[in-house]
Nanobody, 125 residues
Framework: QVQLVESGGGSVQAGGSLRLSCAASAYTSGSTCMAWFRQAPGKEREGVAARDLIGGSTYYADSVKDRFTLSRNNAKTTVYLQMNSLKPEDTAMYYC??????????????????WGQGTQVTVSS
């Protein structure tokens, strides 16, 4: 497992932007897929975006395609989730997760061994 530290959450009006960061304590075989999940009150956790740090493939939930962009730093220890055109329905606690490469695209939280503490995103209308 690696340690994950998220930052960048906050409150914004609809149409605004936020950038989340997730820093991993190391780049290991267990963190070659890094992803963001979110969970709103009363709702199930859902996958938002994931990136295969080896192959470079990036996956997005349909609800955020064309609005969110997931990128990484050169050391492959930090990923950034740029969120544009935010909507009230994007309001949730956002969690960073890391797992092996085959975790990417599955959106199965159980495939990810490492999780951050979460950062709140609130979008007002």
């Amino acid at each position: 497992q690696v340690q994950l530290v998220e930052s960048g959450g906050g409150s914004v009006q609809a149409g605004g932007s936020l950038r989340l960061s997730c820093a991993a304590s190391a780049y290991t075989s267990g963190s070659t897929c890094m992803a963001w999940f979110r969970q709103a009150p009363g709702k199930e956790r859902e996958g938002v975006a994931a990136r295969d740090l080896i192959g470079g493939s990036t996956y997005y939930a349909d609800s955020v395609k064309d609005r969110f962009t997931l990128s990484r730093n050169n050391a492959k220890t930090t990923v950034y989730l740029q969120m544009n055109s935010l909507k009230p329905e994007d309001t949730a606690m956002y969690y960073c997760a890391a797992g092996p490469r085959n975790s990417c695209g599955s959106w199965h939280g159980g495939d990810f061994a490492s999780w951050g503490q979460g950062t709140q995103v609130t979008v007002s209308s």
